[in-house]
């Protein structure tokens, strides 16, 4: 898939689980779980013991599933993410060289921001979509709807906090996706192997932003 591909199937689907876990085992299981869900995206963040290997299997055995990087900090991280196919890099911050280098590779890419100013520093970048975080620390869906008026071309995703009585507030805020991580995939769902747990909190988190799609703009 083309990073243009990668990023309408993220805006088609409207999530984008989170992946945090202790071990490489766990991550697995996590991405397979999301993915039988419903929702074939996953993030490996690289807080996740031998994340760039586990990323590495995912592509290699599961080439129906949109694989990305999170937690991107440096140069090297993001060059062996894309060394084994991840097909997104994100971070919890703006770091233009790690922007520059993604767009370079044709590689879709979503800095995270906060303010205003990197909101603008994003956009000079070559960035129309970025994640805004933490997000509900700082407002919530306010927040987002106070970036969109004076930013209305800039695509935003809503990441850090959001839960099941947010989740549609954001879309209604106008953001375009939403990052999530516990709430959509607990630890101990993973922990206890149990698929059907993740599979309808899944189904709660897509039926809330297609609900929400379908009614005005907040």
Not at 29 to 50: D, N, Q, R
Not at 63 to 86: K, Q, S, Y
Not at 153 to 163: D, K, P, Q, W, Y
Request: one cysteine or more; aromatic letters at 6%; glycine letters at 8%.
């Amino acid at each position: 898939m083309t990073n243009t591909e990668v990023c309408a199937r993220i805006e088609d689907i409207g999530i984008i689980p989170a992946i945090r876990v202790s071990s490489p085992e766990d991550a697995q299981f996590a991405a397979e779980a999301i993915a039988a869900a419903g929702i074939p995206i996953v993030e490996l963040t690289m807080t996740v013991p031998g994340a760039v290997d586990v990323i590495a299997g995912l592509r290699n055995q599961y080439p129906e599933i949109i694989v990305g990087a999170g937690t991107v900090h440096d140069l090297d991280t993001a060059a062996r993410c894309l060394d084994v196919g991840a097909q997104f890099l994100t971070s919890t911050g703006l770091d233009p060289a790690i922007v520059e280098f993604a767009l370079r590779a044709q590689v879709l890419v979503f800095p995270g921001i906060l303010t205003p100013s990197e909101v603008l520093a994003a956009r000079k970048t070559g960035c129309d979509l970025v994640k805004v975080f933490p997000c509900s620390q700082v407002g919530g869906p306010s927040y987002i709807r106070a970036l969109r008026a004076p930013f209305p071309h800039m695509r935003f995703i809503a990441s850090g906090g959001v839960n099941q009585t947010t989740a549609a507030e954001f879309i209604l805020a106008g953001a375009t996706a939403l990052g999530v991580g516990g709430e959509l995939i607990p630890h101990k769902a993973i922990e206890r192997r149990e698929r059907n747990w993740i599979r309808e909190l899944a189904r709660r988190f897509m039926g809330l932003v297609a609900e929400a799609r379908q009614q005005p703009a907040a």
